[in-house]
């Protein structure tokens, strides 16, 4: 009962207060100081806002008001926010501080006024400006080549804030899309770090990453025969790129090849080497470099040969280099003549 007692007079005093310092609803704007009707403050959150008020020694009331509730009563403090308090330089200066602003302090506040004459009112606008901020964004992903891929990075902020994102490879230009980043068809080369920023220019943009791995099957870049004279080591390398990483295999005719005497294979990331020690007439022909992975295989045929013959590995119908000179310099004689 003593509750319900305090809390009316508590409404009686704030409907007196209104009533001696003649604050009607509605009442017209008017600065104290006269120097314009209205003002807007834009603050940060998290930063500390001063609004201020100036009176003069003709004041007999003033008060400062948040919509309908009382902040203050000249020196008296209402509120129970303990971030709130006066700045009062002498008599003239009579603002309101709040530490630590937050989105739920904006909105209008007033400074109101009794003098002998009449009262006055300055009515200030706080806006909150909270910097931008993704809280939710596409996690890492691993994915086909052909598939199609949406990332996304949601983000907060007043303003709202302007999403843009990036694939960063050595271009890195932006790419078409906000929230969401739609890619059609994903292929090999738009695998890598994805940047989503996030900016409304109230603090530095929000930045975040998405890697995306695209797997695609082995495609054999390079290979390099081998010209080996009997008695030497002769050595045939073959390179491949696939996502995972392939696997490689060696076969000679049908046989599958492995680390035996004489013949040792290196397999070293996407490279593999097939090295013949001490290379004899039986070892030279055709070898065939085999890269696997999940999603596919590819092969590619490779030749030990012997010096001079070029790859006619069967002493057939191949032509070596000396020869194929000597042909050219008579075909040049004889359309001379």
Known sequence: MQVGRKSCWRQLQASFFRLLCLIPTGFPVRSVDMQRATDNITIRQGDTAIIRCYVDDKVSKVAWLNRSNIIF????????????????????????????????????????????????TSQVYLIVQVPANIYKVSEDITVNEGSNVTLSCLASGRPDPTITWRLLNPSAEPLDGEEYLDIIGITRNQAGRYECKASNDVATPDVKYVNVVVNYPPTIKKTQSSETPVGRMGTLQCDATAVPTP???????????????????????????????????????????????????????????????????????????????????????????
């Open 247 to 337: 696997e490689f295999e060696w076969y000679r005719d049908e046989k599958r090849l492995s680390n035996s005497q004489g013949i040792n294979i290196q397999i070293l990331g996407t490279t593999t080497i097939l090295m013949i020690a001490n290379v004899t007439e039986e070892d030279y022909g055709n070898y065939t470099c085999v890269a696997s992975n999940r999603l596919g295989v590819q092969n590619a045929s490779l030749f030990l040969y012997r010096p001079g013959t070029g790859r006619d590995i069967n002493g057939s119908a191949c032509v070596s280099q000396s020869l194929w000179l000597l042909l050219a310099s008579c075909a040049c004689l004889f359309f001379k003549c």
């Open 73 to 120: 009563a000249g020196q008296d403090k209402w509120s129970l926010d303990p971030r709130v308090d006066l700045v009062t330089k002498g008599q003239l200066e009579y603002s309101l501080r709040i530490q630590k602003v937050d989105v739920y302090d904006e909105g209008s506040y007033t400074c109101s006024i009794q003098t002998k004459q009449q009262p006055k």
